[in-house]
């Protein structure tokens, strides 16, 4: 990988990386630092990696430093008060339909957490998500589709509530 | 393939994943279509995917690689920042080596052994004087006997003035008066006596002692002295003054090898064990 093609990286990948890491640990400077630390070790090993893996280079070293962090500050997930962001939604409809899932996602752990983000805002296939999570392709299928009725079951209570 | 109402959730759930293959999402959209029941049910999966949100990394300049930063830093520079392995020492120790730490060893014992004797003699030699100097020396008393001349055959009394001198037993102790004794008796405090006595001498005998030389007068003076301390020995009853020697002095010290111990502080140790034994001395009888 040459410079201009790791610019060209930071350029695709940047937000996308700092997103899933973001809606993960809810930290915006601790986002950052794991953001900055993958494009670190993906310049170092810039000759190794190929430039086509790179997006899921990138998501592989952020996930792993993200683990690293949580495991290092303990950090427990935000569960913002659900009941109270879900009578909101029934309300306001749609528009706060996003809010909802967000807090629905947030109740998950952090595992089905990465899986439903890499799935959703990056599209990756359980192959790729497995990779990146060290994890076998049925384990994801497994865990994501647990997260999927999760989530799914949540919406419905909410529904039944604002009916 | 065949999707059922038993396993319609999986195929859901892939087809929302779009893990299925185009003939199977269709098969998945004919299903829902057959069975509209199960169409608010992927619905409501379809619902738990979210949106695409843009987050912008605001910080993408930090992330950049620009030739110029690269090139700015030397390769022996970068190189330098690089985590190396801590280097390891291994120290052997061959019969040289150990020889020349015993020799060190050797001069260290040697050095505190003459230090601990050093610090002991001089211990000791501070006891001696201070057993040695007390001015328990007789009395001379102030009446004079009188004194007798071999040569001169005129008596004459003379009452020598005592003399004080003061002795020192220790820096820090208090002076201590005593009356000297006669052995201290001086050639110059004859010679006054000699003076005193020489105008009488001139009027009982009216020998001319102008005539007699200086080394005569000497001379007679230290025979004179010598005569009056043989009888002054003799004649006088010895009176002999004790001093109180002070063993509760507070700055009392026992030196054991380098190390001061207060006496004052085991004095007490001790007593409270000599008290116990007392005790039980006295409990067995």
């Known amino acids: ?163 | 393939m065949n999707i059922n109402e038993t396993n319609y959730e999986n195929y859901f759930l892939l087809y929302i994943d779009k893990e299925l293959s185009a003939a199977e999402n269709a098969a998945v959209e004919n299903f829902v279509v057959a069975y509209p029941a199960y169409a608010a049910e992927l619905d409501q999966l379809k619902k738990t995917i979210q949106a695409p949100e843009d987050t912008i990394f605001d910080n993408k300049a930090l992330l950049y690689r620009l030739p110029a930063m690269e090139a700015s830093l030397s390769p022996d520079f970068k190189n330098k920042l690089y985590k190396k392995p801590a280097r390891l020492f291994k120290v052997e120790f061959n019969n040289q080596t150990k020889a020349a730490l015993l020799s060190v060893a050797a001069v260290f014992v040697l050095l505190i052994g003459y230090r601990f004797i050093e610090t002991n003699s001089v211990s000791s030699f501070n006891s001696t004087v201070s057993n040695t100097v007390k001015p328990n020396a007789p009395k001379l008393s102030s009446d004079h006997a009188s004194l007798e001349k071999k040569d001169a055959p005129v008596y004459t009394t003379v009452r020598s003035a005592p003399k004080k001198i003061n002795y020192r037993l220790s820096p820090k102790e208090e002076l201590v008066p005593a009356i000297n004794p006669i052995a201290t008796i001086n050639v110059q405090e004859t010679n006054n006596l000699m003076a005193q006595s020489m105008p009488i001498t001139k009027e009982a005998n009216n020998i001319q002692t102008s005539d007699l030389p200086s080394n005569e007068i000497a001379q007679v003076a230290n025979v004179l002295a010598t005569n009056t301390t043989s009888k002054e020995t003799s004649n006088v009853t010895e009176t002999t003054t004790y001093q109180v020697v002070d063993t509760d002095e507070e700055d009392r010290s026992i030196y054991i090898a380098n190390f001061e111990i207060d006496a004052a502080a085991l004095r007490g140790i001790t007593r409270k064990f000599n008290a116990i034994f007392k005790r039980n001395k006295s409990e067995n009888k």
């Not at chain 1, 659900?82 to 339909?97: S, V």
């Not at chain 1, 959703?120 to 299928?141: A, H, P, R």
């Not at chain 1, 989530?151 to 039944?160: A, D, G, N, Q, T």
């Open chain 1, 1 to 163: 990988m040459k410079e201009f093609e790791f610019n060209q990286c930071v350029d695709e990948y940047a937000n996308s990386v700092y997103r899933f890491i973001l809606k993960n640990i809810a930290h915006v400077e601790d986002a950052q630092d794991i953001v900055q630390t993958a494009f670190e070790k993906l310049w170092v090993n810039r000759n190794k990696v190929e430039p086509l893996k790179a997006k899921s280079y990138l998501f592989t070293v952020a996930y792993h430093q993200m683990i690293d962090h949580i495991r290092k500050e303990k950090k427990v997930t935000i569960t913002p008060n659900y009941e109270e962001a879900g009578a909101k939604a029934t309300y306001q409809k749609d528009p706060e339909l996003k809010q909802v899932l967000l807090a629905a996602i947030n109740e998950l752990n952090p595992t089905q957490k990465s899986l439903v983000l890499l799935k959703d805002y990056e599209g990756y296939t359980y192959q790729e998500i497995g990779e990146i999570m060290n994890l076998s392709e049925s384990q994801v299928k497994v865990y994501l589709h647990r997260a999927r009725i999760f989530l799914k079951e949540k919406l419905v209570h909410l529904e039944k509530v604002a009916s």
